[in-house]
Each structure stands twice: as C-alpha cells, then as structure tokens.
C-alpha cells in the first residue's frame, strides 16, 4: 500500500463547478498535511496545510481533513481553467520530511 | 510563504561533465533544505536531506557519489551531478523546511525552488 495515494485523474469539470480533490494516507502519526499545486513544468506552489480534523478555508480552496478516516481533501469553488494543473497531496509524519502523492490532474473546461 | 531561487533554471551538456545547481533561500534561514527530481508524468522523488553544516542524509537508490550536495550556509545549498549521463536528464527541484513554531503543532512545511531543468546529451 502506498503511504500517500491520489487518484491520478483526470479530474474534469466545467468552469464554476466545484472540484473535489481526495487523498488518503496510511500513517495514522500523520500529523500535517499540505496541498501543492503543480502546473505543467513548473514547481509544486503551496496552497494550504492542514492539520487538525475539519475544514479550513482560504478563498476558494478548502482543506478537509478527517483523521480517523484517514482522509484528506481540497476542494476548489468556482472552478477556473486556470485551476487547471496537478494537484499534490503532501503528508508530515512529524519528522521534517514530506511523503508525496502521485497527483491528480485537474482539467476544468471553459 | 519563502522565497526560493535556483538556478541555472535550465542547463544543457554533454555526456561524462559536471552540473552545479544553486538553490537558495531568499528570505529566512534554512537550516535544511531537500533536493528532489522529477522525471516527465512522474511524481516528486526526494533524493536528499540537505542540512546546514552537516552531510546529507540520501534516500535509498541514490548515489551520495553522483549526487554531491553541500550546505555551506543557511541560505545555499548546491547539487552537483558528477559525470552525467543521459538518465540523469530530469527536473531537478529543491525546498526549503520551515519547522514548527514554538509550542504549536508540526507544520513542517516546504516551499519549493523553479525548479532547474538538466538535459545531458
């Protein structure tokens, strides 16, 4: 089993639509989660962290994280085509290390 | 978030030379930085822990001799691929650790270089 697992889309959905992001991990120690954003040839761009049980929003994104499920999502409002890109699921085990997921790319149409 | 430079953003050579790629941090001091390499429709794979004043620590299947790293000072780090080979060609990315604050949780977080793209023909 992998420790971080993503759905490697792609994930499509017209613009405005709201894009629904999952990402389940394996070590229940984990105790911080992070979602990059990663567009084609580009670096991985921090968009929020997580780390206790429930939603956090910043503008369109929310973070929901349940522990006990072992789950971790992002949801995107109003989706954009430029929200276009691959989304990376990042886990923190308490050490400074960060386990990555494969990424799912989101397509969000016109 | 931190500011993160590399570069050479992308450098093409030949087949046995050396690369250098410079990562630095911009506005805070970072006592560890890691260096990954992504190949085309991959995923990240860290190869290294760089730490400030230290040896790297190396993931599993990477060669410390290949993949020389130095962390002189809390702004620098540098990778240097020794005598590369055409499957050394990748997207070569590094990070920079921000760590817990006093008395909160374990945010452990990292913020990303450009990246530099290495071709090696």
């Known amino acids: 089993q992998k420790e971080v697992e993503q759905n490697s889309g792609p994930l499509s959905v017209p613009e405005g639509a709201i894009a629904s992001l999952n990402c389940t991990y394996s070590?229940?120690?984990?105790?911080?989660f992070f979602w990059y954003r990663q567009y084609s040839g580009k670096s991985p761009e921090l968009i929020m962290f997580?780390?206790?049980?429930g939603d956090k929003e910043d503008g369109r994104f929310t973070a929901q994280l349940n522990k006990a499920s072992q789950y971790v999502s992002l949801l995107i409002r109003d989706s954009q085509p430029s929200d276009s890109a691959t989304y990376l699921c990042a886990v923190n085990t308490g050490f400074q290390k960060l386990v990555f997921g494969t990424g799912t790319r989101l397509l969000v149409s016109p | 978030g931190a500011v993160v430079s590399q570069h050479p953003s992308w450098v093409i050579c030949k087949s046995g030379t050396s690369v250098k790629i410079e990562c630095r941090s911009l506005d805070f001091q970072a006592t560890t930085m890691f260096w990954y390499r992504q190949f085309p429709k991959q995923s990240l794979m860290l190869m290294a822990t760089s730490n400030e004043g230290s040896k790297a620590t190396y993931e599993q299947g990477v060669e410390k001799d290949k993949f020389l790293i130095n962390h002189a000072s809390l702004t620098l780090s540098t990778l240097t691929v020794t005598s590369a080979h055409p499957e050394d060609s990748s997207f070569y990315i590094c990070s920079v650790h921000r760590g817990r604050l006093a008395g909160g949780p374990s945010y452990n977080e990292q913020f990303f270089g450009p990246g530099t793209r290495l071709t090696v023909l």
């Open positions: 070590d229940r120690g984990s105790q911080s």
């Open positions: 997580i780390y206790s049980n």
